[in-house]
């Protein structure tokens, strides 16, 4: 999206969503310029001054561009994305967990020459009384010439400033507050359907990435009948957030009563469900209950090996296990966790086999209790630079005749290259401590999948006293599944020191990637009793320089 657009109604393009679209692999660019990184983590200490740069680009060849910087205030709308507090808005900011007051930049307007960057200091110094998460944005945009016709789209990108306080961990205070569901009605760009929510609270003063899921089940003849489960993308939330995550069913449903689970994680670890009976008043032209189809494969995942130019094929046997005869469209996607991340040049879309796998048949008709077998035909190309691996889903997507959805089965594709040897590899990206109750503490610890392979990961939390001697162990819960190359994954568990004596130790995160490989990421943490309570501190430590994928897409949402 370079150069300007002239002559069209729109003055101004909504910050955060446009950072979300163009923010796809460590920077983003528009309009000729292109900043990075598109969000910056600090974890200083009280009183102590980090400091990062930001990377103006201009990536036109035509001229020079000048480009201006602004501080703003910080918030979250509703449904977990960024919201800028512009200048004269109504929003009560007293509340805030701001650092603005604190960031300083080395220059609020650059000169970028052609194909030239321009680097910008960004230096932050919370005071001594700081302690928890802060925040607050910087927003990049062209400056435009006042000699111009027309109206002119003015392209801004906006960084999320991220400032968590080392030292005395704040208490995680993050609760799944209430689940619902609501029918809509049909309008100029959505069809009707139903949309599942999950509200989520955090009433203290720590940031965490939330995941979850809402089960529906519909109350038929005496009996509970599942109907299907709403996926809660990722989001972060910050300190006071309420947030209303919504999901879409993709279908209409009719009135009746109904029951919604919510399984919320925060940091990969799941905290209490939530069970919710509702009346639901649905689509009144709507009588049949669309459900999800049942569709049971084999095998559940697929590995196929051969080298560049080969083709190979492989198939899946898909069994409609359901009562109801349905259509399915069969496709190939790029695994989420691809998209939208890099490692230096490597780019998470370089991994996907979707481009030249396909899947045939791609439309059929399954039957009730009906089988068919699939077949996938994968055609590795051959470039210049080959990997290890390659990622694909097959989805196959169920409809019932009158077009309501039954539902979408995925599966993994793994295509590995024999000309290169598989290397598995993982990096600590991240590793906090909160709060919780009593001498309980919550560790929650961030890992890079930096190989260039799949693995399921194995992650434990190890305290061990001076001597190197380990005083308690616990395995940390995160997402299940295989992890793929330039992943990112959090894990986290609760460790209880009530019984551990007054003292300094150090505090551990393991992942175990295979193969003998593996990462660690350690905190000097020190143990004492104030008030008659185990009290836990992160000992001051140099701060570490993370190398880990970075991923851009909606970082600020997820």
């Known amino acids: 999206m370079n150069g300007h657009i002239t002559r069209i109604r729109v003055r101004w393009l ?51 561009r000048i480009l201006d910087l602004k501080l703003v205030e910080l918030t979250q709308n509703s449904d977990g994305g960024w919201q800028i507090i512009e200048p004269g808005s109504k929003v009560d900011t007293s509340k805030l967990p701001s650092c603005l007051k604190w960031i300083k930049l080395s220059a609020d307007s650059v000169k970028v020459e052609p194909m030239k960057m321009a680097p910008v200091r960004v230096s932050l110094k919370p005071p ?21 016709k027309g109206i002119t789209i003015v392209v801004r990108f906006m960084i999320p400033i991220l400032l968590e306080i080392e030292g005395r961990p704040e208490r995680q205070r993050i609760e ?17 359907g139903t949309v599942v929510s999950m509200g989520v609270n955090n009433e203290g003063r720590t940031y965490s990435r939330l995941k979850g899921k809402v089960k529906v089940m519909f109350f038929t003849n005496g009996r509970w009948r599942p109907v299907s489960t709403a996926e809660i993308p990722q989001k972060g939330i910050i300190p006071g957030a309420k947030l209303k995550l919504p999901s879409d069913l993709q279908r209409r449903l009719p009135s009746g009563k109904y029951k919604l689970t919510g399984t919320l994680y925060v940091d990969g670890r799941r905290v209490k469900p939530l069970e919710k009976e509702i009346d639901f008043e649905g689509d009144p032209t709507v009588t049949k209950l669309a459900v999800d189809t049942a569709l ?37 996607a790029t695994p989420p966790s691809l998209r939208g991340v890099a490692f230096g040049e490597l780019k998470g879309d370089d991994l996907s086999c979707a481009g030249w796998i396909q899947v045939s048949p791609a439309k059929f008709t399954l039957r009730a209790g009906g089988r068919q077998n699939i077949r996938l035909i994968a055609k590795m190309p051959k470039a210049k630079e080959m990997h290890a ?116 130790y150090a505090l551990k995160a393991v992942l175990d990637c295979g193969g003998g490989q593996g990462a660690a990421e350690q905190m000097p943490i020190r143990v004492a009793v104030e008030e008659g309570q185990k009290v836990v501190t992160v000992v001051e430590q140099q701060a570490a320089t993370s190398t880990a994928p970075a991923s851009q897409a909606g970082e600020g949402n997820k």
């Open 128 to 148: 001594g009384s700081a302690r928890g998460f802060y925040l607050a944005g910087l927003i990049a945009q062209i400056r435009t010439k006042p000699a111009e």
């Open 389 to 504: 691996n390659y990622y694909g889903l097959v989805c196959l997507r169920a409809a019932y005749p009158d077009g309501q959805s039954a539902g979408e089965t995925r599966t993994l594709a793994c295509v590995a290259n024999k000309s290169v040897e598989a290397k598995p590899a993982a990096q600590a990206a991240k590793m906090s401590l909160a709060a919780a109750e009593g001498a309980k503490y919550v560790l929650q610890a961030r890992f890079a999948n930096t190989g260039n392979v799949h693995f399921r990961p194995k992650c434990r939390a190890v305290l061990a006293s001076g001597m190197g001697q380990t005083v308690t162990e616990i395995e940390l819960a995160g997402e299940e599944g295989l992890m793929l190359p330039l992943e990112m994954r959090d894990f986290s568990g609760v460790l209880d020191f009530e019984k551990v004596p007054a003292g300094t």
């Open 296 to 332: 049971m494969l084999d095998p559940p995942e697929l590995s196929i090996a051969g080298v560049p130019g080969s083709t190979r094929t492989s198939v899946i046997k898909v069994e409609n296990a359901s009562e109801d005869s349905v259509e399915i469209s069969a496709s190939s």
């Open 14 to 64: 909504p910050l955060a969503g446009l950072a979300l679209v163009l923010g796809a692999s460590g920077n983003a660019h528009a309009q000729g310029f292109m900043v990075k990184p598109m969000k910056m983590e600090f974890a200083p200490r009280p009183g102590q001054t980090v400091e990062s740069v930001l990377e103006l680009r201009n990536t036109g060849a035509d001229e020079a």
């Open 176 to 192: 799944l507050a209430d689940v619902d569901m609501a029918f809509r009605k049909a309008g100029a760009n959505l069809p009707a």
